[in-house]
């Protein structure tokens, strides 16, 4: 059951920086494994008693749902990496955090003030700024590490505080100066004005400031140097994560097997449409369905899938993120293809004069448009503004050349018919999202080692760029995604159209299944 034809493991290895840079929605679609789908009695995905998973199971499955979508976004998002969470001082956090951590300093300068000094909150934060210093440190620094540890040794710093002899500058100073030795060169301004800080109990401040920015510098090192490794083994350690998120939480593929079974009764409804058209035509049966073409016709669902309140297929968990961008973006640009389609074909004779018109109406269509996924967008006021400043611009035009502006009648019937393309089954929009479906199929159909991209179908041109951008965007992540999920989504066919048992996924190539 070939659901990877054409699909090769080198091609997609290769593709992992072009996927969109953009975080996926994790916590949303983690309801896609913790909720019991098949225990629902209206459910077709199970007809079976629903299997009771213990608290321990859902810990297991939540684990490693989190390993498997952490290591899938530092692999394919070359954009990835870790940021210091910054509260603003006006919201609750921020009030909190600020009057805990100055109550500790004001503390700290008390004691520090007394006669004799109290040095004992003071060692504490020299202990936690040596273990910090340490774990910068690579396994081979051995002679750094002695150093360290010989010089903030806070039981020596105890005994030389009980003979009011420790030196909490000059402790301060080494720590400042081993921290220009370890830090990343963009740190190395912030280290230097560390130097300038008098006020002891301010440079403390200070150094755990700098010693949090350098945590997120290894951090952040770190994932980039995992990120090759990640990228060449991604496709097994993701399947067996998934594998083992399957046996703690066994009803983790229904949503998915429930995506592919309605891709399944849409594509037999279409075969019996046509069949019932065609004199003497028979019907088609479910084992002669091609299982690759319902597995294409269900990923391009994902590019008109209403994300707001429907879950996500789990084993699409890791990209949800990714492909609602993709979606949203995609939903614009028909907007945008269909003004022009429109203005072109009602007023193409007044606009031929005008250069650059078509890129000139696309960049104002998208200023006007954007964040038309948002709720609170009114699409029908922005193609109102959009059809307004259109006739504006052509008029302007026409009168510079000497020619009469629109006509009244002409004027209404642009506006009426770009302000319609929100109406449900609007020829121009569906007509212009079937060519964007075409486009899309015919990439997820072309061989991976094809080069050249599909043909854009006629009234897409404007939009070409952006479309072309989208479309191989979408193909990396339905190629890798049939790379990791093949044995499972053969499993799932096996099940819906030959009512074949489950093979064991671990033993499927997913290149002949």
């Known amino acids: ?101 100055q109550a ?44 360290i540890c010989e010089v903030l040794d806070t039981d020596l710093i105890r005994q030389q505080a009980q003979h009011n002899a420790v030196d909490i500058q000059g402790l301060a100073n080494y720590v400042i100066t081993t921290m220009g030795k370890l830090c990343a060169p963009v740190r190395d301004n912030d280290v230097n004005q560390l130097k300038a800080t008098g006020n002891i109990v301010a440079l403390f401040r200070q150094i755990f400031h700098v010693l949090d920015l350098m945590r997120m510098d290894y951090v952040n090192f770190t994932i980039q140097s995992l990120r090759p490794h990640l990228q060449h083994n991604l496709v097994d350690y993701e399947r067996a994560k998934f594998q083992d998120i399957l046996e703690e939480t066994p009803s983790a593929l229904d949503l998915t097997t429930e995506w592919i079974r309605e891709s399944i009764q849409d594509e037999l409804s279409s075969v019996s449409c046509e069949a019932s058209s065609s004199s003497g035509a028979g019907g088609i049966s479910k084992p002669n369905l091609s299982p690759t073409l319902v597995l294409t016709n269900s990923y391009l669902k994902l590019l008109q899938w209403d994300y707001q309140k429907k879950i996500i297929p789990e084993t699409l968990v890791t990209d949800e993120g990714r492909l609602r961008e993709l979606s949203e973006k995609l939903n614009q640009l028909k907007i945008v293809a269909c003004i022009c389609l429109i203005t072109s074909n009602m007023v193409g004779a007044a606009i031929e004069g005008i250069p650059d018109f078509g890129n000139k109406q696309k960049r104002i269509s998208f200023v006007l448009l954007d964040g038309m996924n948002k709720k609170t967008f009114d699409l029908k006021e922005a193609l109102t503004a959009i059809g307004l400043q259109t006739c504006s611009e052509i008029n302007q035009s026409l009168t510079e050349r000497g020619f009469p502006p629109l006509s009244k009648e002409v004027h209404a019937n642009l506006m009426g018919q770009i302000c319609n393309i929100v109406e449900e089954d609007n020829p121009i929009s569906s007509l212009i999202d079937k060519r964007i479906q075409l486009y899309m199929r015919s990439l997820l159909a072309s061989p991976c080692a094809q080069k050249s991209m599909a043909t854009i179908p006629g009234g897409l041109a404007v939009i ?50």
């Open 104 to 147: 500790f300093w004001d503390r700290l300068e008390e004691d520090l003030n007394e006669d004799p000094p109290e040095y004992e909150h003071a060692i504490k934060l020299f202990d936690e700024i040596k273990e910090i210093l340490l774990s910068f440190l690579n396994p081979g620094a051995n002679r750094m590490r002695s150093q």
């Open 1 to 101: 059951m070939p659901l990877n034809d054409e699909q090769n493991s080198d091609c997609d290895s290769s593709r992992f920086s072009e996927s969109t840079g953009s975080s996926s929605d994790s916590e949303y679609s983690r309801q896609s494994f913790t909720s019991d789908s098949s225990s629902k009695p209206s459910s077709p995905a199970s007809t079976s008693p629903p299997k009771l998973v213990t608290f321990d199971e859902m810990m297991a499955a939540a684990r490693n749902l989190s390993d498997l979508t952490l290591a899938h976004e530092i692999a394919v998002n070359e954009n990835f990496h870790l940021q210091r969470t910054e509260h603003s001082q006006n919201s609750l956090p921020g009030r909190v955090r600020q009057i805990v951590h």
């Open 464 to 513: 070409q760029t952006e479309v072309e951008s989208i479309g191989s965007q979408f193909a990396n992540i339905v190629n890798l995604n049939k790379q990791v999920y093949g044995p499972f989504y053969a499993n799932i066919f096996r099940k819906l159209l030959f009512n074949k048992p489950v093979a064991n996924t671990t033993d499927t190539d997913p290149s002949t299944n």
